[in-house]
Structure formats: C-alpha cells, structure tokens
C-alpha cells in the first residue's frame, strides 16, 4: 500500500511539474507579445514587409483549412491598405505534391497582390524556422507577422530572442470546437520553443540570402 501511495505521489508530482511549465511558458510568449498585436488595419504600423506564416490549404476531405484562408484575407486586407509593401510567405514545400507557398501566393495574386510583392520562402518549415530566416536570409529586422493570435504572439516572442522589430496582424480565428487541437498543440509547441534555445536550435535549412526590392 505503501509503494501504491508513493507512486501516486511520484506521478501527481510529475503532472503538476509538467503543467508549470507549461504554464510559465506560456505566460513569458504572451508577455513579449503584449501591446504588439492588432486585429484592426486601422491600428496596424507601416512596415515594409508582412510575413505570412504557413498552414496547409485544405482539409481532410478537401475542404478549405479556415487558418488558410482567413491568414490569406488578412495579408491581402494589409497590403490593399498599404499597410505593407512587400509580402513574404514562409511554410513547408518537403515534398512536390506539397506547396504552402506556392499556395498562399497563387490566392494572393488572384485577390489583387502584385506579384513582384511576394517572396516566397519554402523552407519555414516551423514558426521558429521562419522567423530565424526573415532575418538571416530576407535581410529583415522589422516585420508585420500575419497569422492567428495565438500564433503570432509565439511569433513575436522569437522575434525579440532574435533582435527583429516585430508587430502582428490578427487573422481572424476559428471557433473554440474547431480549433481545440490547433490550441493543444500551440501550448506544446510554446514549451518546446523555450526547449529550442535551450539546446541552440538551428533552422533546418539557410542557403543563399534574398534581397527584398
């Protein structure tokens, strides 16, 4: 009965650890984000370049992934409102049947972009990829991040590790029902970023350096 207790203990222990950490995390990504997010264009600064962070375009079934296309409505919404000048997408393209940038771009000119705008960086593989890149590869140290809310502060938390000037524009969200696994899996994914500059985490890919006109 003894030993039953004692690993009761050990694991309740555990579980209240896990959730501090989880906890604090998220606190200090939402503190570095304070003040710097905007859901209105009208209350968004100028910067020259908004960065759009990837998701997939559609959904099991086909069906269009409303992260998609709200972050799309928002990049074309800012730079319509010259609230932007030059537009970077940055998601996953591993594979050829798989295109987050090509994607977002081929929307964005059909709503109006200029293509000379768009840059397209494939290899944001993860938010902390993109951000890294924007400044090591695009030459930014400024930027309009544009994706949801939860998503954006994770964002501007590694823009401050890494020296960027960074402010958001919050694309519209989905509802709670909808988005239950994206918001569990945001709070991981604040946990291991703290775990990335831990360890000195590297983006899986750099190369040659883009010059934004």
């Given at each position: ?10 694991a ?34 100028y ?16 069906f ?16 319509k ?11 996953d ?69 890494e ?51």
């Open positions: 009965m003894r030993k039953r207790f004692t690993v009761i203990y050990v309740a222990g555990l579980l209240l650890s896990v959730l501090l950490i989880v906890i604090i995390c998220n606190a200090k990504v939402e503190n570095a984000a304070a003040g710097k997010t905007f859901s209105k264009v009208g209350d968004v600064p910067n020259k370049v908004g960065l759009v962070l990837g998701t997939g375009k559609t959904l099991e079934g086909g269009i992934n409303p992260y998609y296309q709200y972050r799309v409505n928002a990049a074309v919404e800012l730079w409102k010259n609230k932007i000048q030059s537009i970077i997408i940055s998601g393209n591993s594979t050829t049947d798989y295109n987050e940038p090509g994607d977002f771009r081929q929307d964005l000119i059909k709503l109006g972009v200029d293509s000379n705008h768009i840059y397209l960086d494939y290899a944001g593989f993860r938010t902390f990829d993109s951000m890294v890149r924007l400044k090591k590869i695009f030459g930014q140290d400024s930027v309009t991040v544009i994706s949801q809310e939860f998503h954006n502060e994770r964002a501007l938390y590694i823009a401050k590790r020296g960027i000037v960074a402010v958001g524009f919050n694309a519209r969200d989905v509802n709670a029902k909808q988005g239950i696994k994206v918001q569990a899996r945001e709070k991981l994914a604040r946990v291991k970023l703290f775990v990335d500059y831990l360890v000195g985490t590297e983006p899986k890919f750099l190369g040659k350096k883009v010059n934004i006109q």
